[in-house]
């Protein structure tokens, strides 16, 4: 068998990528321990103080409170829709955990949003940093989760911060795609006419770009938290709490009450998430006319406080 | 040639589009055209040595065919494109080598641009729009929003500044961009096809507003255009541009009268000339009977005419008289002459339009009289005369 071949010169041939990546890592684990600790603690600090501010909310604040953003946000509807959804989370018992997961995908939107609209700006500013940062994207998506969890693990040890990082990873290309993308498509004369007013390019970006590309960045937020939602689940197995684990240990002892709660759980997160971020993305659409403060709730205590004073 | 007069004047500008500029400019040189720089290196010559003067506070249209090079001709004037050659002075001083500071400042100040699709901030409100240019220029908000009312009502908005863009109807759009312009209070308006995409009855409307506020604030209009009709009514000076180079410049009549080639020719065929021609520019003095009365009757009339015009010493018009059944001593008699006057005549003033006028001359029995802005009388305008005109 070992008769030497061209037609198969592998045998000879290759390249030890797997060695070097483990000696890579070796390395990095050994003289690189405080770069790692620097990244964790800002991660860790968000995480601590979603999570607290979550978990001390009562349940029934909790749902009140939301279904007024809800209301304000789009309509009466939406409020009432608010109001079931979280209502059927405490009802089947896992309101705790399910704002353990909202602050997991919280805290991961919050850095995706400090990280990924600069990079979409960026990339939509000059085409050669876009012909970087899009394979890498790309790679970010691609990549199966199962790849970079171990490594992640060897860095940062296991728990809710490496769980947040590795969700930020997944998320993140999205919404750096679609910043790119909503201010590549501001239209040309709006740009032109800008310019011929004198914009510097700062002024361009924050009054022209910016407002104009908003839907589709709001569309972009709307992918990354759901597809943090998804990374959750997986992020279950490197230890991360909440709705994600429950759903790991029922497949895990085969407790199909368990996981079918913890999934239930999770959709109902994701349609609340999915909804809510909708209506924030179509009233940043500029055929909405109405000041944010004419409209629900809000509005509705303005109305009668003006109504009150005029009397 | 510059004169005190010109508040802008471009030389010898060219542009090329493309990566090599250079090559195309040695080929220009050269002699190459358009076509063959184009052929050859792939580089297109939007704008080909033009010179041109603007003078304060009148309205120049810049017209063509498609493609001419008239929106690259206007963007070069505050620099949205680079020239690739030449000058452009703005009050006397070069503003092709303007740093960015210099430049904003050119364009927050001297030049405001109306653009073809109106080119509105739709997540602002029309205050906000018209208020758009003093924003960027860092002026407060109270001042900012006066000064953007102001400009409103004087477009006739005024009651509409709290909506926003996709409410209003493309006329009304138009107005938007034109106060946002106006709003900035520049010295050079700059108006890129700005009514094209409007109706005819809404573009006639705003020509007529601009040719308004024009003479309400004498300000500087450089008006792009491909229509000749528009160009020629609301135009001071007309610059006919073909494939980049600009072919002739001038008055509508002078263009109509004596165009430099077959292309303008063209442009002025079919037109009607009684939108270019004043009745000053018609009327004949001889073919009517001036009469002069300064005491006696200096200049009897002559035989054959069927009226007489009665003039004083110092050209005006006293009178218009049937010459029909007079007979030659009643007509060398002044007192005779003026007691047998029509009750009353018509006349027309020789800055009026051709064709505002040709109604009072077809139902008039007389060859009706031009009079000159101060009073003087120019000549007649028969109806022979004016079939003459408006056949040619
Ligand atoms: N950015 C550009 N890159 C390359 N070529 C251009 C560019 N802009 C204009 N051109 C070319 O320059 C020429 C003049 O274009 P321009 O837009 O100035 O014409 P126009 O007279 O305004 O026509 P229209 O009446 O259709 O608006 C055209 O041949 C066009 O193809
Ligand atoms: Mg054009």
Redesign the pocket.
């Known amino acids: 068998m070992s008769e030497f071949s061209l037609l198969d010169p592998f045998q000879y041939l290759n390249l030890p990528l797997g060695e070097w990546v483990e000696s890579i890592l070796q390395y990095l684990v050994q003289n690189f321990r405080g770069f790692f600790r620097a990244i964790r603690w800002p991660i860790d600090q968000v995480l601590d103080i979603s999570e607290g501010i979550l978990q001390s909310i009562p349940p029934l604040i909790g749902i009140i409170f939301s279904s007024l953003l809800g209301w304000q946000l789009a309509g009466k509807r939406m409020g009432l829709f608010c109001a079931v959804t979280l209502f059927f989370l405490g009802l089947i018992g896992v309101w705790s955990e399910s704002m353990t997961t909202l602050s997991l995908v919280l805290t991961s939107l919050f850095f995706c949003v400090v990280l990924g609209v600069p990079l979409g700006i960026l990339s939509a500013r000059s085409d050669r940093i876009e012909k970087i940062v899009r394979p890498v994207l790309d790679a970010m998506q691609t990549l199966p989760a199962f790849v970079y969890l171990v490594p992640v693990v060897m860095l940062f040890g296991i728990g809710n911060v490496p769980g947040v990082l590795v969700t930020i990873v997944f998320a993140l290309p999205p919404l750096v795609r679609l910043t790119n993308l909503g201010i590549r498509q501001v239209p040309a004369d709006k740009i032109e006419a800008a310019r011929a007013f004198g914009c510097t390019p700062r002024q361009m970006l924050f009054r022209v770009q910016l407002p104009l590309a908003t839907p589709t960045i709001m569309a972009g937020v709307n992918q990354t938290l759901m597809l943090s939602l998804s990374m959750v689940v997986i992020a279950s197995m490197i230890s991360v709490g909440g709705l994600g684990q429950m759903v790991l240990r029922g497949i895990g002892r085969l407790d199909m009450g368990l996981a079918t709660v913890g999934g239930l759980g999770l959709v109902l997160l994701a349609i609340f998430l999915d909804r809510l971020t909708q209506a924030m993305g179509e009233r940043s659409d500029s055929s909405n006319t109405l000041h944010w403060y004419e409209t629900g709730p809000v509005g509705f205590f303005v109305r009668t406080f003006r109504g009150a004073q005029a009397k | 040639m510059t004169d005190s007069n010109d508040i802008l004047s471009i030389r010898n500008v060219y542009k090329v589009?493309?990566d090599q500029p250079d090559t195309a400019m040695q080929m220009l040189r050269d002699g190459s055209t358009k076509e063959e720089i184009f052929e050859e290196t792939g580089q297109?010559v939007?704008v080909f040595d033009a010179s041109f003067s603007v003078k304060k506070g009148e309205i120049f249209v810049i017209m063509?065919?498609?493609?001419?090079?008239?929106?690259?001709?206007v963007r070069l004037l505050n620099r949205l494109i680079e020239p690739t050659a030449g000058t452009i002075e703005l009050k006397g001083k070069d503003i092709t080598g303007l740093g960015d500071a210099d430049l904003l400042d050119v364009r927050r100040k001297e030049m405001s641009m109306v653009f073809q699709s109106f080119a509105l901030m739709p997540h602002m409100s029309v205050l906000e729009n018209a208020a758009f240019g003093l924003e960027i220029s860092g002026v407060d908000k109270d001042e900012r929003n006066k000064r953007a009312q102001e400009a409103l009502e004087q477009v006739g908005l005024g009651e509409h500044s709290s909506s926003y863009p996709h409410q209003l109807s493309g006329g009304m759009q138009q107005r938007v961009g034109l106060a946002r312009a106006l709003t900035n209070d520049p010295t050079i308006l700059l108006m890129d096809?700005a009514f094209s995409a409007l109706d005819p009855l809404i573009r006639y409307e705003m020509q007529g507003e601009l040719i308004r506020l024009q003479q309400e604030q004498e300000r500087t209009i450089i008006f792009?255009s491909?229509d000749l009709d528009e160009a020629v009514r609301i135009g001071d000076r007309i610059a006919i541009?073909e494939g980049?180079r600009v072919v002739q410049i001038g008055t509508p009549e002078e263009l109509m009268r004596n165009p430099a080639d077959d292309y303008v020719e063209t442009f002025f065929k079919g037109v009607d000339v009684s939108k270019i021609l004043k009745a000053g520019d018609v009327a004949c003095a001889n073919s009517g009977c001036t009469i002069r009365i300064n005491g006696s009757v200096q200049s009897p009339p002559t035989n054959g005419s069927q009226f007489g015009y009665l003039l004083d010493n110092s050209d005006k018009l006293q009178g218009v008289i049937s010459l029909k059944g007079l007979d030659a001593t009643a007509k060398a008699n002044p007192e005779s002459l003026l007691a047998q006057c029509m009750d009353s005549h018509e006349s027309i003033n020789s800055s009026d339009m051709l064709q505002d006028a040709v109604k009072t001359i077809a139902n008039s029995d007389y060859p009706i009289p031009v009079i000159e802005d101060n009073g003087t009388f120019k000549g007649v305008i028969t109806k022979d005369l004016l079939l003459q005109t408006l056949s040619r």
């Open positions: 589009f493309g297109t939007g063509g065919l498609s493609g001419s090079g008239k929106s690259t001709m096809e792009i491909h541009m980049g």
